[in-house]
Protein backbone atom coordinates (compact mmCIF):
# COMPACT_ATOMS: atom_id res chain seq x y z
CA UNK A 1 0.00 0.00 0.00
CA UNK A 2 1.01 3.27 -0.90
CA UNK A 3 0.82 6.06 1.55
CA UNK A 4 0.81 9.78 0.54
CA UNK A 5 0.43 12.92 2.07
CA UNK A 6 -0.83 15.89 0.43
CA UNK A 7 0.23 19.59 1.58
CA UNK A 8 -2.71 21.50 1.45
CA UNK A 9 -4.15 24.83 3.36
CA UNK A 10 -7.31 23.96 5.08
CA UNK A 11 -9.35 26.45 7.49
CA UNK A 12 -8.84 25.42 11.36
CA UNK A 13 -7.34 22.60 10.60
CA UNK A 14 -3.60 21.01 9.86
CA UNK A 15 -2.06 21.31 6.41
CA UNK A 16 -1.31 17.69 5.99
CA UNK A 17 -3.49 15.07 4.77
CA UNK A 18 -2.47 11.41 4.80
CA UNK A 19 -3.78 8.91 2.18
CA UNK A 20 -3.52 5.73 1.85
CA UNK A 21 -4.54 3.75 -1.66
CA UNK A 22 -6.00 7.14 -2.43
CA UNK A 23 -8.26 7.24 0.56
CA UNK A 24 -7.90 9.60 3.21
CA UNK A 25 -7.20 8.54 6.56
CA UNK A 26 -6.48 11.43 8.48
CA UNK A 27 -5.33 14.88 9.12
CA UNK A 28 -2.27 14.65 11.55
CA UNK A 29 -0.43 17.16 13.51
CA UNK A 30 2.81 17.73 11.67
CA UNK A 31 4.85 16.13 14.60
CA UNK A 32 3.16 12.56 13.96
CA UNK A 33 5.12 12.28 11.21
CA UNK A 34 8.94 11.89 10.88
CA UNK A 35 9.58 15.59 10.34
CA UNK A 36 12.28 17.60 11.41
CA UNK A 37 11.70 20.61 14.11
CA UNK A 38 12.36 22.99 11.65
CA UNK A 39 9.85 21.43 8.91
CA UNK A 40 6.93 21.33 11.76
CA UNK A 41 7.55 24.73 12.61
CA UNK A 42 7.43 26.23 8.92
CA UNK A 43 4.39 23.98 8.42
CA UNK A 44 2.74 25.32 11.59
CA UNK A 45 3.67 29.14 10.62
CA UNK A 46 2.22 28.43 6.81
CA UNK A 47 -1.38 27.26 8.49
CA UNK A 48 -1.51 29.79 10.59
CA UNK A 49 -1.10 32.19 8.09
CA UNK A 50 -4.14 30.96 5.40
CA UNK A 51 -6.37 30.56 9.04
CA UNK A 52 -5.56 33.97 9.17
CA UNK A 53 -6.92 35.38 6.36
CA UNK A 54 -10.22 33.82 7.26
CA UNK A 55 -13.10 36.27 7.67
CA UNK A 56 -15.53 34.08 9.82
CA UNK A 57 -17.84 36.86 9.57
CA UNK A 58 -18.44 36.87 5.90
CA UNK A 59 -16.07 33.54 4.73
CA UNK A 60 -16.40 34.50 1.08
CA UNK A 61 -14.62 37.50 1.44
CA UNK A 62 -11.46 35.65 2.79
CA UNK A 63 -8.34 36.57 1.14
CA UNK A 64 -4.94 37.64 1.11
CA UNK A 65 -4.15 41.15 1.98
CA UNK A 66 -2.23 41.27 -1.20
CA UNK A 67 -1.14 39.49 -4.87
CA UNK A 68 2.60 40.04 -3.18
CA UNK A 69 0.82 37.76 0.16
CA UNK A 70 -0.72 35.56 -2.11
CA UNK A 71 2.50 34.77 -4.01
CA UNK A 72 4.54 34.83 -0.93
CA UNK A 73 2.01 31.79 0.28
CA UNK A 74 2.40 29.91 -2.83
CA UNK A 75 6.44 29.83 -2.68
CA UNK A 76 6.29 28.83 0.72
CA UNK A 77 3.97 26.05 0.19
CA UNK A 78 6.05 24.74 -2.56
CA UNK A 79 9.75 25.01 -0.23
CA UNK A 80 7.39 23.20 2.32
CA UNK A 81 6.52 20.67 -0.11
CA UNK A 82 10.41 20.31 -1.59
CA UNK A 83 11.26 19.83 2.06
CA UNK A 84 8.11 17.24 2.90
CA UNK A 85 9.64 15.04 -0.47
CA UNK A 86 13.15 15.20 0.85
CA UNK A 87 12.12 14.27 4.45
CA UNK A 88 9.37 11.55 3.49
CA UNK A 89 11.26 10.11 0.72
CA UNK A 90 11.06 6.51 1.71
CA UNK A 91 7.31 6.42 3.40
CA UNK A 92 5.21 8.48 1.04
CA UNK A 93 4.67 9.88 -1.56
CA UNK A 94 3.98 14.03 -1.46
CA UNK A 95 1.62 15.63 -3.49
CA UNK A 96 0.91 19.69 -3.01
CA UNK A 97 -2.77 21.21 -3.55
CA UNK A 98 -1.67 24.22 -5.34
CA UNK A 99 -4.42 27.37 -4.66
CA UNK A 100 -2.24 29.71 -6.49
CA UNK A 101 -2.78 27.03 -9.60
CA UNK A 102 -5.90 25.74 -8.81
CA UNK A 103 -4.73 22.11 -8.97
CA UNK A 104 -2.88 19.13 -7.59
CA UNK A 105 0.92 19.03 -7.96
CA UNK A 106 3.03 15.60 -7.96
CA UNK A 107 6.90 15.66 -7.74
CA UNK A 108 6.66 15.18 -11.79
CA UNK A 109 5.83 18.79 -11.98
CA UNK A 110 8.30 19.95 -9.12
CA UNK A 111 10.93 21.17 -12.01
CA UNK A 112 8.80 23.47 -13.28
CA UNK A 113 8.19 25.32 -9.96
CA UNK A 114 9.26 29.10 -10.01
CA UNK A 115 10.88 29.97 -6.92
Known amino acids: M ?3 IKLMAEYDCYPLW ?7 IDNPHPAELPLSAATIERLI ?12 DDPRSSD ?3 EEERLAFEQEGISLWQRLQ ?3 V ?3 E ?6 LQGRLLKHTALENQPM
Request: proline share 0%; charged share 25%; hydrophobic share 40%.
Open 2 to 4: VKQ
Open 18 to 24: EYEDNDL
Open 45 to 56: QWQNIYDGIMNW
Open 64 to 66: FAS
Open 86 to 88: AEL
Open 90 to 92: NEY
Open 94 to 99: VFYMSE
